[in-house]
């Protein structure tokens, strides 16, 4: 038998309404995770030059731009131990988003504040980001960012201080 505050009761709208906003999230995290590593590792059989180039013209950017010459000459400084120290982070990185994800998905509220404290720490560099310049991708990322921090919360803060002080209660899971 595990104790757990339940803020909402289970098979009510507003508990399938959470379930399904957190798995939607936990998909998202999951997502995050497996774009990132598939990257990181691909760069281990891609020569690092090769990828900015692709990754460039994927997306339309002239290679005269300043943004392709910076990423020209990063890609040029990926020495072999920077590529492993790159890779090595990543799959932290990854980790941390899997694991998020798994805990999301099962509801957990361990899982909520690593979304909660992960989403916000993001926040600023995104403000700055639009600061400089207003594209629909960096409005895009700020908005579902700032969605998944409100909800979470609205879950970890917002809802047990409405409640007070909520009894707990014990569930099996």
């Not at 997502?31 to 997306?59: E, P």
Request: proline share 3%; hydrophobic share 55%; glycine share 6%.
């Amino acid at each position: 038998m595990r104790f757990s505050i339940d803020h909402f009761v289970p098979g009510s709208k507003e508990h399938l309404a959470r379930v399904q906003a957190l798995r939607t999230i936990a998909l998202l995290e999951l997502f995050k995770g497996v774009v990132v590593l598939g990257a990181a590792i691909s760069l281990y059989w891609v020569d690092a030059s090769d990828a900015a180039g692709a990754f460039l013209n994927y997306l339309h950017i002239s290679p005269d731009r300043h943004f392709a010459h910076m990423l020209f000459r990063l890609a040029d400084r990926l020495s072999n131990v920077k590529l492993w120290h790159l890779i090595l982070g990543a799959s932290v990185y990854s980790g941390l988003r899997f694991a998020e994800s798994f805990g999301l998905w099962r509801a957990r509220a361990w899982a909520e504040w690593v979304a909660l404290v992960s989403g916000a720490i993001y926040l600023p560099y995104e403000i700055v980001r639009l600061a400089h310049r207003v594209t629909l991708l960096h409005v895009s990322i700020f908005l579902v960012n700032l969605a998944v921090v409100a909800f979470m919360f609205y879950l970890r803060i917002y809802v047990p201080r409405k409640e007070g002080r909520a009894e707990i209660t014990p569930s099996v899971n």
